[in-house]
């Protein structure tokens, strides 16, 4: 990727998903950030030494910063960012949309309901509720946030690249494709070594799996010889990489139906779908992939939810 002037820089994340990848754009005047980290002193650290490494001074060389999305592994840093070099940070709307409501305490609110209305335990939805505390400092939301339109062209490095919405992995989460050289800049839409988180939390795109679906299959018609991606090694084989991806959600949803028996709740099918200890953290993607694959399944008439009148939601065949 050094030839078409993009450079990884790799930022360690305190997850078992330990790192992400951001990069850095060489353009004939200056450059180009592309996802920025959490937004932690480990992350300040690995951006100087990067800046150090290809002798960037950042107050007048870094020229924008550009999110592929709003998860706090790609966005957390971005308001450092915004100060520390002075340059505009964008976004698409819809994830600038999601950005700034998201970590509202009234969010949180919503989620934990939402979680509660799906079978998640009191004592664990408190822990979740003191872990998120912990974690909003992870994220830091630059001062203001500039637009990139579907389709707009960008020049990021040698090449210019069109932007491709890609939904489902994350609301307005943003692919670059580059046609002459065949190179898509992937974010976290197609990765090559683990599948995507799909998640839903009840907020935004009701069938987030579906969304996602689709928007892979819009990349089936492109020719794309090299994928740079957030997670996870660099890849060529993106059309296999996509069928494998829709191959894996369709087996995943024959489990899913599978673990449904007589009624029961998200929280239920979740524990029986992931049958180990986990971490406050994976808890959270568990239940939101577990959710994912069942409103798609409600949506596809495969199963049924009902709601009680107090609140509780279960699900059967
Ligand atoms: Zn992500």
Redesign the pocket.
């Known amino acids: 990727m050094e030839k078409y002037g993009i450079y990884q820089v790799t930022i360690a994340l305190p997850f078992r998903l330990n790192h992400v990848h951001c990069y850095l754009a060489r353009q004939q005047k200056g450059w180009t950030i592309l996802d920025a980290g959490l937004n932690r002193p480990e992350t300040q650290k690995t951006w100087q030494e990067a800046f150090d490494r290809y002798s960037i001074n950042p107050q007048e060389e870094i020229n924008q910063v550009i999110l592929t999305?709003y998860?706090p592994?790609?966005l957390g840093f971005s308001g450092a960012l915004q100060t520390w070099t002075q340059a505009p940070v964008f976004m698409s709307k819809e994830g600038q949309y999601v950005a700034q409501t998201l970590w509202q305490p009234s969010s949180y609110e919503r989620l934990y309901q939402f979680f509660q209305n799906h079978g998640l335990p009191l004592p664990l939805l408190k822990q979740m509720s003191d872990y998120d505390k912990g974690f909003q400092s992870f994220i830091r939301l630059p001062e203001q946030f500039h637009t990139i339109e579907e389709g707009q062209k960008i020049q990021l490095g040698e090449l210019t690249y069109e932007a491709i919405l890609t939904g489902g992995?994350?609301e307005g989460?943003l692919c670059f494709y580059n046609e002459e050289e065949k190179v898509f800049l992937g974010?976290?839409h197609l990765l090559r070594r683990i599948t995507?988180?799909i998640s839903y939390y009840g907020h935004g795109e009701e069938n987030p799996l579906q969304v996602y679906m689709d928007s892979l299959q819009k990349l089936q018609t492109l020719d794309i010889s090299m994928v740079i991606p957030?997670h996870g090694p660099v890849f060529h084989d993106a059309q296999e990489r996509i069928l494998e991806i829709l191959h894996h959600h369709e087996e995943r949803l024959e489990i899913v139906l599978d673990h449904i028996k007589g009624e029961r709740t998200a929280y239920q099918i979740c524990q029986s779908l992931f049958n180990r200890e986990l971490t406050l953290h994976e808890q959270r993607f568990a239940m939101g992939e577990t959710l994912a694959h069942l409103y798609y399944l409600v949506e596809k008439g495969e199963i049924h939810k009902k709601a009680e009148a107090s609140g509780e939601i279960f699900f059967s065949r």
Do not use: E, I, Q, R
């Open positions: 999305h998860h592994d790609h992995h994350a989460h974010g976290d995507p988180n957030g």
